[in-house]
């Protein structure tokens, strides 16, 4: 990478700016604000060669 990550904090931060601006669909950003630990973790599962068809195959969360 050629510069540090954010924090998650802080990339939250600016997704929701962007959001309230208009830029970027606020619903999304409010999905993966409230998804975040699952996506980082189903994230650092596929870095390490987790089997995406095993996580295809995982129930899906109850969005309501």
């Avoid at 998650?8 to 931060?13: C, E, G, K, T």
């Avoid at 999304?28 to 596929?46: C, G, K, P, Q």
């Amino acid at each position: 990478h050629y510069k540090p990550a954010l924090s998650r904090q802080r990339a939250l931060s600016i997704l929701g700016d962007e959001a309230a601006r208009g830029r970027i669909d606020g619903e999304l950003v409010a999905l993966l604000a409230a998804n975040i630990e699952a996506v980082e973790r189903d994230s650092a599962r596929l870095e390490t060669g987790f089997d995406l068809g095993e996580l295809l195959l995982a129930p899906f969360p109850d969005l309501s």
